[in-house]
C-alpha cells in the first residue's frame, strides 16, 4: 500500500502534521513518565535489562552495524528529547543536527544539550522530514529511529536522504514494520498517528529506487518487545488515576495494548535497516 495514499491533499496533510505535533506536545511529559528521556525501544538482551541500559544498548546495536567516522556530520531525523544525537556526538565525536516537529520535546532537547556542553556539535532545530531544506551531499550518516512511520511520503523521504548523503554516506532506519493488510497494523497506525506503517520490503524498495543500497537488515522483534510490556506495567500501577487525565493521556495508555498485543501476534515486527549511498 502507498504510503501517499493514505494522505489525500494539501489540507489533509497540514491537519495530519498537526495532529502529529499536537500528539506529541501533549504527551511529552508522559512519554519521559512513562518511557525517559529517550523516546525509542530498548534492546532487551536478558529481559532483566533497565530501561535506561536497554535504550543505549539500541543505540549501541544500530551503531554497530554502520562504520561511523569520527567527527561525521549527521542528521538525527525525529530526534526526541536528543538522547540520539547526544550519543552520536560524546561517542563518536559527531556533528549533528536534530529535528524536530514538537517545540515542547525541543525545549527539554535543548536544556539537556545545554547541560551535557555539547552546544558546539548538537544543534537541534524545529523541522520535520518534508520542510527541512536538505543539503546536497552534506551528511555521513542521516540516522532514522522510529520517525518515519509518520511520515506521509516515505518514498520522497529516501530520495531527499540520497541527496543529501555524502558519497558512500550511511542510512539507518529503525521502524515499526508490517502490513497495513493486518487489523492490527492498522490499528496501531490509526492509534500512533501514522498514515501508514510499511513491510521490510516496502522500505528496502524505497531505499534501493532512491539510489541507494540496502545493506544490513536486521529483525530485533524479540529484543524490543520487553519496552511495551514495561510500559504497560508502569500504566497499570498508575491506572487507578486514569479518569483525572487528560484524553490524550487515556488514548496513550489504551495504545499500549494495542501494539504489545501486534507484536506478540507477529503483525508487528522492528526491522533496523543500513544503507550506503554510492
Given at each position: 500500500m502507498s504510503t501517499t495514499s493514505q494522505i489525500a491533499d494539501a489540507t489533509e496533510l497540514h491537519t495530519y502534521k498537526e495532529s502529529i505535533r499536537?500528539?506529541?506536545?501533549?504527551?511529552?511529559?508522559?512519554?519521559?513518565?512513562?518511557?525517559?528521556?529517550?523516546?525509542?525501544?530498548?534492546w532487551f538482551n536478558t529481559g532483566n535489562e533497565k530501561p535506561r541500559e536497554a535504550q543505549i544498548e539500541m543505540l549501541r546495536q544500530c551503531a554497530s552495524l554502520l562504520r561511523i567516522p569520527t567527527a561525521?556530520?549527521?542528521?538525527?531525523?525525529?530526534?526526541?528529547?536528543?538522547?540520539t544525537s547526544l550519543f552520536l556526538a560524546s561517542e563518536f565525536g559527531c556533528e549533528v543536527d536534530?529535528?524536530?516537529?514538537?517545540?515542547?520535546?525541543?525545549?527539554?532537547?535543548?536544556d539537556k544539550v545545554a547541560a551535557?556542553?555539547?552546544g558546539a556539535r548538537v544543534s537541534l532545530r524545529l523541522r520535520d522530514s518534508a520542510t527541512f531544506a536538505y543539503p546536497?551531499?552534506?551528511?555521513?550518516?542521516?540516522?532514522?529511529m522510529e520517525s518515519?512511520?509518520?511520515?506521509?511520503?516515505?518514498?520522497?523521504?529516501?530520495?531527499q536522504v540520497r541527496r543529501t548523503l555524502r558519497r558512500n554516506g550511511q542510512l539507518l532506519v529503525a521502524a515499526w514494520t508490517g502490513s497495513m493488510a493486518s487489523y492490527s497494523v492498522r490499528s496501531v497506525a490509526s492509534h500512533f498517528v501514522c498514515p501508514a506503517i510499511c513491510t521490510a520490503e516496502e522500505y528496502i524498495d524505497f531505499i534501493e529506487s532512491a539510489g541507494m543500497q540496502a545493506?544490513?537488515?536486521?529483525?530485533?522483534?524479540?529484543?524490543?518487545v520487553p519496552t511495551w510490556q514495561i510500559c504497560l506495567r508502569r500504566v497499570r500501577r498508575f491506572g487507578l488515576l486514569k479518569h483525572l487525565v487528560p484524553n490524550d493521556v487515556r488514548s496513550f495508555a489504551d495504545g499500549l495494548e494495542i501494539i504489545l498485543d501486534a507484536y506478540?501476534?507477529?503483525d508487528l515486527t522492528y526491522t533496523i535497516i543500513t544503507a550506503r549511498s554510492p
Open positions: 499536537h500528539h506529541y506536545d501533549s504527551l511529552s511529559l508522559w512519554y519521559r513518565l512513562f518511557w525517559g528521556d529517550h523516546l525509542h525501544h530498548g561525521a556530520r549527521a542528521l538525527d531525523v525525529g530526534c526526541g528529547y536528543g538522547g536534530g529535528l524536530n516537529v514538537s517545540p515542547n520535546q525541543l525545549r527539554v532537547a535543548r551535557a556542553r555539547l546536497p551531499h552534506h551528511y555521513d550518516l542521516v540516522w532514522t518515519s512511520e509518520h511520515f506521509a511520503d516515505k518514498r520522497k523521504y529516501f530520495h545493506q544490513k537488515l536486521v529483525d530485533a522483534t524479540r529484543y524490543v506478540l501476534s507477529g
